[in-house]
């Protein structure tokens, strides 16, 4: 289970505080994921990178922002949050391109708290 | 929209039984992709099964097993001989190709011993 890392476990952050999450995944893959899941909610698709481009955007805020410097490494700046953004936010990766058809392999999740 | 639904949202079984997790989904397409994923109470969500439409053939992994009714839009997940490592939250998620990973909303899965 540590194909995919994810830091910090936890955050809690005020509604004017930046912090960043961090994602990187051992398994060589080359497309990468943020989901934001929360209670009794599907998860929710936040961005998708195939080879660090940006190939979807589910029409998430602009306060979420989303940076992949390469294959391997994933973040989601935060900036200005709202108390409804309180959830876990996972991070996912897989072998192909981004499409929904492959297998993904997720991280443990960051719990966020905004309050 | 394609949906998936899940309409147990917390099942109980006996160890050593079998339990039955149902899942439906609505699309009008006919090739597409089916999955189960498992997240244990640690949150990291492993894949349980994958399925492809165009396979009439159920996939089964060790005591994993799926019932695939492509007419009725539906499919369930098996358990047998349900162990304590089973408890989790199983997902039901469904896929075209290019088109991103649709999730139902889950089934929390205890196991009694």
């Known amino acids: 289970e540590t194909g995919v890392t994810q830091t910090p476990r936890h955050l809690v952050m005020g509604m004017t505080n930046k912090k960043s999450l961090k994602c990187e995944q051992h398994l060589g893959h080359n497309a990468m994921y943020w989901y934001k899941q929360s209670a009794k909610k599907p998860l929710e698709l936040m961005f998708v990178y195939n080879f660090k481009e940006q190939t979807e955007n589910n029409s998430v805020p602009s306060r979420f922002s989303p940076e992949c410097p390469n294959s391997s490494h994933l973040f989601l700046h935060l900036h200005t949050l709202q108390p409804e953004d309180s959830a876990l936010y996972l991070c996912?990766?897989?072998?192909?391109?981004?499409?929904?058809?492959?297998?993904?392999?997720f991280g443990p999740g960051t719990r966020l708290l905004v309050l | 929209a394609q949906t998936v639904t899940q309409s147990q949202p917390e099942m109980s079984v006996q160890e050593a039984e079998t339990v039955t997790l149902s899942c439906t989904y609505d699309t009008s397409e006919s090739d597409y992709y089916l999955f189960w994923y498992k997240q244990p109470p640690s949150r990291q969500m492993i894949l349980v099964i994958r399925q492809e439409a165009y396979k009439q053939q159920n996939a089964t992994e060790n005591r994993f097993s799926v019932n695939f009714q492509k007419a009725a839009k539906s499919f369930s997940l098996k358990i047998s001989d349900s162990q304590l490592g089973d408890a989790a939250m199983y997902f039901c998620?469904?896929?075209?190709?290019?088109?991103?990973?649709?999730f139902g909303t889950g089934t929390r899965l205890t196991i009694i011993p």
């Open positions: 998620a469904y896929a075209i190709g290019n088109e991103k990973l649709t």
């Open positions: 996912a990766s897989s072998r192909g391109r981004g499409r929904g058809e492959e297998t993904q392999y």
